[in-house]
């Protein structure tokens, strides 16, 4: 790589993190409390360099299956996270328990990982890691699939059973 496209990938980042701190309403809403998980909800954050670790609450009102991704925006080395990790927490009176995590950073793109069995009740991602050199980007999307969604992909698969059916009889 040439020093020129080093120096313009070191001036977008920090014009990128310069532009994300100035802003009052940051585009991609911070760590907190989410309330009744809707069906997508969104969060994420522009961290300084080193370690950090951001808390976002949630409760689900009846029993589901989350899926969660999570990803590391930057250039490696100037602009960027290492070691992240997500990790899904019921808070519950006492220790809270451990629901499962996954890492991620700026090499493994989107990293999607499935909650299944969970109960209605309070829960919180914590995310960790460390920002590179001026800091990183990172963005957390998690879901709560509709019963409609499921009906829709097993009236899909119906229809696809069908028509294989029919060529098999022909």
């Given at each position: 790589?040439?020093?020129?496209?080093?120096?313009?990938?070191?001036?977008?980042?920090?014009?990128?993190?310069?532009?994300?701190?100035?802003?009052?309403?940051?585009?991609?809403?911070?760590?907190?409390?989410?309330?009744?998980?809707?069906?997508?909800?969104?969060?994420?954050?522009?961290?300084?360099?080193?370690?950090?670790?951001?808390?976002?609450?949630?409760?689900?009102?009846?029993?589901?299956?989350?899926?969660?991704s999570a990803a590391s925006v930057g250039i490696?080395?100037?602009?960027?996270?290492?070691?992240?990790?997500?990790?899904?927490?019921?808070?519950?009176?006492?220790?809270?328990?451990?629901?499962?995590?996954?890492?991620?950073?700026?090499?493994?793109?989107?990293?999607?990982?499935?909650?299944?069995?969970?109960?209605?009740?309070?829960?919180?991602?914590?995310?960790?890691?460390?920002?590179?050199?001026?800091?990183?980007?990172?963005?957390?999307?998690?879901?709560?699939?509709?019963?409609?969604?499921?009906?829709?992909?097993?009236?899909?698969?119906?229809?696809?059973?069908?028509?294989?059916?029919?060529?098999?009889?022909?």
């Amino acid at each position: 790589m040439t020093l020129l496209r080093q120096i313009k990938q070191a001036l977008a980042a920090a014009g990128l993190a310069v532009a994300a701190t100035a802003v009052s309403a940051s585009p991609i809403p911070g760590p907190g409390d989410w309330g009744a998980h809707d069906t997508i909800e969104t969060g994420g954050n522009v961290v300084a360099a080193g370690a950090f670790e951001e808390v976002f609450l949630f409760t689900l009102t009846s029993p589901t299956t989350l899926f969660t991704s999570a990803a590391s925006v930057g250039i490696p080395s100037m602009f960027g996270i290492t070691g992240g990790t997500v990790s899904l927490f019921k808070d519950v009176f006492g220790p809270d328990p451990l629901i499962g995590s996954f890492g991620f950073d700026g090499s493994t793109g989107m990293s999607p990982t499935t909650f299944a069995g969970l109960s209605s009740g309070h829960y919180y991602y914590l995310v960790t890691g460390a920002g590179l050199g001026l800091g990183g980007l990172y963005s957390l999307v998690s879901a709560v699939p509709e019963p409609e969604t499921y009906a829709l992909l097993l009236a899909g698969l119906m229809i696809v059973l069908t028509l294989t059916r029919r060529r098999l009889k022909d």
